[in-house]
């Protein structure tokens, strides 16, 4: 092994990337720079008991993980909306979910026309949640900002397309930085 030493923006670069118990700084950036066989690490390396991330996603399935979010990020109690399969309200909320289920650099949603209409047209609090169990994180907007950066990129659509560049953090259609709405689990 040869040693570095990186500065705090490097190494904050790195937490952020990191899938906690697992990665190590060195397959952090052999993931990102696509060196080798990234999804373990080396023989050299220390190795943790938590599960791989392909164990992870075997481990915790999508409507569990969107329970999970619901659970820690709202006080509220949350039925399903029929007859949307992911979008859920209480009395003070709705949220509708959108997941991609595997490791990426690039993560892809699509919010159909009619289930946009139906957040935009709520008197309720809405979030879109855009999950990735495979890593464990989601990134939770409050609708009245994706409203605001529609109108602010110019995007006409009548529903979502969504690719963020999850290295950066960046939705690319609406060219916008959501690093703010990343939570990790």
């Known amino acids: 092994m040869v040693k570095i030493d990186i500065d705090k923006d490097v190494f904050e670069f790195l937490q952020n990337n990191a899938k906690p118990f697992v990665d190590t700084p060195n397959t ?27 164990q992870k996603t075997t481990q915790i399935d999508t409507n569990e993980f969107v329970r999970t979010v619901l659970n820690k990020e709202f006080i509220e109690e949350f039925r ?13 909320t709705l949220i509708y979910f959108q997941n991609f289920n595997q490791e990426s650099p690039t993560l892809w949603y699509r919010v159909s026309e009619k289930s946009l209409k139906v957040l935009k047209a709520s008197s309720k609090k809405g979030f879109l949640c855009l999950t990735n169990p495979a ?44 690093k703010q709405f990343l939570k990790i689990y």
Request: charged fraction near 30%; avoid cysteine; charge should be positive.
């Open 135 to 178: 890593e464990s994180i989601a990134y939770l907007f409050p609708l009245e900002e994706v409203k605001k950066q529609i109108v602010s990129s110019n995007y006409k659509r009548d529903y979502l397309e969504i690719n963020i560049d999850h290295i950066s953090r960046k939705w690319k259609e609406l060219d916008w930085n959501i």
């Open 28 to 54: 952090v950036l052999r993931r990102l720079l696509q060196i080798g066989n990234n999804s373990s690490p080396p023989k050299n390396e220390t190795k943790s008991a938590m599960p791989t991330p392909a």
């Open 80 to 92: 399903k909306k029929s007859p949307y399969r992911l979008m859920f309200e209480s009395p003070n």
